[in-house]
Structure formats: structure tokens, C-alpha cells
């Protein structure tokens, strides 16, 4: 008998998705040690990342999630 795979509590805390079903995620490089760089650069990391063209990256994460 089949058993549902639990949900990856760790990749949950870390990943949304959105309503087209793509992922998104905050980028990293935000906590610490930012005062060298570029004003642009930390603005580029204000917004989020989105896994959308990667097919098999987004199948990993969402049987994670439990959605597959």
C-alpha cells in the first residue's frame, strides 16, 4: 500500500508558490556584510528569485512540498 510522502518542513519555510505554479524564494546575500556593496546590487536582492524555466528543479521542490 502506498503512503503519502511528508512535506519538507525546511523547503516550506523557504519556497512559495505561486498561483501559475511557479516557485519563489528570497535571495540570499541580505544578512550581513553588505556595506561594500553597490546600492544597486542590495537592490537586486530585495526582490525575489523565481524558479520558473528549470522543469526538473521545480519537480524536486514541489514533491518536497507535497504537491506532486
Known amino acids: 500500500m502506498a503512503t503519502k510522502n511528508k512535506t519538507n518542513k525546511s523547503v516550506k519555510k523557504r519556497v512559495k508558490v505561486t498561483a501559475t505554479g511557479k516557485l519563489k524564494y528570497a535571495k540570499v546575500g541580505r ?5 561594500h556593496m553597490a546600492p544597486k546590487r542590495k537592490r537586486q536582492l530585495r526582490r525575489a528569485g523565481i ?6 528543479v ?6 518536497a512540498l507535497g504537491l506532486l
Not at 31 to 35: T, V
Not at 51 to 56: D, P
Not at 58 to 63: A, F, P, V, W
Open 31 to 35: 544578512r550581513h556584510l553588505n556595506a
Open 51 to 56: 524558479i520558473a524555466g528549470r522543469h526538473r
Open 58 to 63: 521545480q519537480k524536486k521542490y514541489k514533491i
